[in-house]
């Protein structure tokens, strides 16, 4: 599994959430992010296994915004350059690129649930 910093400037702008008497609703958050992210991981990959260059830059530019909102810059700069491979016409991931999205993933979840651990 990769190595990951999250962004914390930007955790900390959903940390104030809580201090404005929301508790618990960082910990929701972090939960409904690692469970979506997921499923835009998925639409990844079908859209790149299926060689869908739009379907690919949508998926790829949602998980990127999502990322970024979470301080998950890594996973976010990943999605940027497939967003914009897309935009050029590269509508599949390539093997190595496909299993580093998988892992930057995973890594990216990893560190956001140990936030609220």
């Known amino acids: 599994m990769s190595d990951v910093v999250i962004n914390q400037a930007m955790l900390d702008q959903l940390r104030m959430l809580e201090r404005a008497g929301k508790s618990g609703i960082f910990a929701q958050m972090i939960g409904m992010f690692v469970k979506g992210s997921g499923d835009q991981i998925a ?36 999605c940027r350059d497939i967003e914009t491979d897309a935009r050029t016409g590269v509508g599949s991931l390539h093997p190595d690129r496909r299993m580093r999205l998988i892992d930057v993933h995973a890594a990216s979840c990893a560190a956001l649930q140990r936030e609220i651990a």
């Open 43 to 78: 639409a990844v990959l079908a859209a790149s296994d299926a060689g869908d260059t739009e379907k690919l830059r949508v998926a790829s530019h949602t998980l990127k915004s999502n990322a970024a909102s979470f301080g998950a810059d890594d996973l976010a700069a990943l």
